[in-house]
Antibody
Framework: QVQLVQSGAEVKKPGASVKVSCKASGYPFSSHSITWVRQAPGQGLEWVGWISVYTGKTSYAQKLQGRVTMTTDTSTNTAYMELRNLKSDDTAMYFC???????????????????WGEGTTVTVSS | QSALTQPASVSGSPGQSITISCTGSASDIGNYKLVSWYQKYPGEAPKLMIYEDTKRPSGVSDRFSGSKSGNTASLTISGLQAEDEAEYHCCSYGGETTLVFGGGTKLTVL
């Protein structure tokens, strides 16, 4: 069956970096893109960014620009989200999600996320 | 990329219907037919309930329906059941390859 399996919980100090993985199975990895979403304690879902597995094109939330990088490894069907210079308000559960998207001209439209990983807790604390 | 606006909480009794609103702008909800809704239990991953404003994935109960008028999307749950008690999050395409979420609504089944 289609599933996304994420890496385990991380505890980091402020200023450090974290790299979360998301291994896909049960479907052709390049046929869909991947979205990353986070949820801080007591807060709503927040879009972190998106990557097209097929083209490598990325789009990141404005507030995280310069600190976040998303990549994929098609040889292992794995997506990665790296967040640098961690701050305490980066403490959250991070989810990856298989995403339906389509390109028209130079723009990729993001439709919806139908399969989600189980989440990875990232705690930033001194 | 301003967040969409949802009520913090709604409640209803078993068997009743409830509607959760999600208000955006002409730059997101009002400009695309790309609103989705997700159900989330504490400690679990979100689950897709509605996509492209009104479509329901296979396996999702037909008690769940989506609609939209102008810049406001809505999720209606009819025949409320105890298992529907969860958080519900709306999401819209925001243009320029971005997504925007609402703050989430906690549904309590009385």
């Amino acid at each position: 069956q289609v599933q996304l399996v994420q890496s385990g919980a991380e505890v980091k100090k402020p200023g450090a970096s974290v790299k979360v993985s998301c291994k896909a199975s049960g479907y052709p990895f390049s046929s869909h893109s991947i979205t990353w979403v986070r949820q801080a304690p007591g807060q709503g879902l927040e879009w972190v960014g998106w990557i097209s597995v097929y083209t490598g094109k990325t789009s990141y939330a404005q507030k995280l620009q310069g600190r976040v990088t998303m990549t994929t490894d098609t040889s292992t069907n794995t997506a990665y989200m790296e967040l640098r210079n961690l701050k305490s308000d980066d403490t959250a559960m991070y989810f990856c999600a298989r995403t339906y998207s389509g390109s028209f001209g130079s723009e990729f439209y993001l439709y919806y996320m139908d399969v989600w990983g189980e989440g990875t807790t990232v705690t930033v604390s001194s | 990329q301003s967040a969409l606006t949802q009520p913090a909480s709604v409640s209803g009794s078993p068997g009743q219907s409830i509607t959760i609103s999600c208000t955006g702008s002409a730059s997101d909800i009002g400009n695309y037919k790309l609103v989705s809704w997700y159900q989330k239990y504490p400690g679990e991953a979100p689950k897709l309930m509605i996509y492209e404003d009104t479509k329901r994935p296979s396996g999702v109960s037909d008690r769940f329906s989506g609609s939209k008028s102008g810049n406001t999307a809505s999720l209606t749950i009819s025949g409320l059941q105890a298992e529907d008690e969860a958080e519900y999050h709306c999401c819209s395409y925001g243009g320029e390859t971005t997504l925007v979420f609402g703050g989430g609504t906690k549904l309590t089944v009385l």
